[in-house]
T-cell receptor, first 113, second 113 residues
């Protein structure tokens, strides 16, 4: 079985500052994938970033980076230079050997001007 | 849209039989139904790895699915209950080439009175 834990129900950040959203995972699969989704207030799910368990480097996509620490089983999302439009729910998720995605409970991010 | 869900909103009464439709044009072999409730993230109801193949997820009770074609994956509530009031998301993805990206529908908000 695989499990995703997001311990921050809500986070606040000042515009233009960086913010880290925490995610820890648990799996017995040797090969797995970790990813993040954004859900703005409009409700759609937006894919942000993916990290494979065998990738040597942390994934980056524009202002998003995934801080992957395999030994700690963590996959934190870092958003640099926050913008007002970054205010949303953020979900961490993973796939293991079955390729069935499991999601965390989400973190609500509010960006203050 | 790559993944289309209908209806977008539905209000029904306890005991009614309801069908939420989902159709994808990506040719993906895998399709999923999740429900989203406040503070609970996305929980997997049922999934399919190909036409004619379905399996239960984390919260399958009270729901039924079928996959007669690659494109369509309807979700049926056999006897709607207030506890099934939720936002339902259908999603699709590639199978063994899955790099984490799910293609989500826009969601179906269901209210059971």
């Amino acid at each position: 079985a695989q499990k995703i834990t997001q311990t921050q129900p809500g986070m606040f950040v000042q515009e233009k500052e960086a913010v880290t959203l925490d995610c820890t995972y648990d799996t017995s699969d040797p090969s797995y994938g970790l990813f993040w989704y954004k859900q703005p207030s409009s409700g759609e799910m937006i894919f942000l970033i993916y990290q494979g368990s065998y990738d040597q480097q942390n994934a980056t996509e524009g202002r998003y980076s995934l801080n992957f620490q395999k030994a700690r089983k963590s996959a934190n999302l870092v958003i640099s230079a926050s913008q007002l439009g970054d205010s949303a729910m953020y979900f961490c998720a993973m796939t293991g050997g079955s390729y069935i995605p499991t999601f965390g409970r989400g973190t609500s991010l509010i960006v203050h001007p | 849209a790559d993944v289309t869900q209908t209806p977008r909103n539905r209000i029904t009464k306890t005991g009614k039989r309801i069908m939420l439709e989902c159709s994808q044009t990506k040719g993906h072999d895998r399709m999923y139904w999740y429900r989203q409730d406040p503070g609970m993230g996305l929980r997997l109801i049922h999934y399919s790895v190909g036409a004619g193949i379905t399996d239960q997820g984390e919260v399958p009770n009270g729901y039924n699915v079928s996959r007669s074609t690659t494109e369509d994956f309807p979700l049926r509530l056999l006897s709607a209950a207030p506890s099934q009031t939720s936002v339902y998301f259908c999603a699709s993805s590639y199978g063994l080439l899955n790099t984490g990206e799910l293609f989500f529908g826009e969601g179906s908000r269901l209210t059971v009175l």
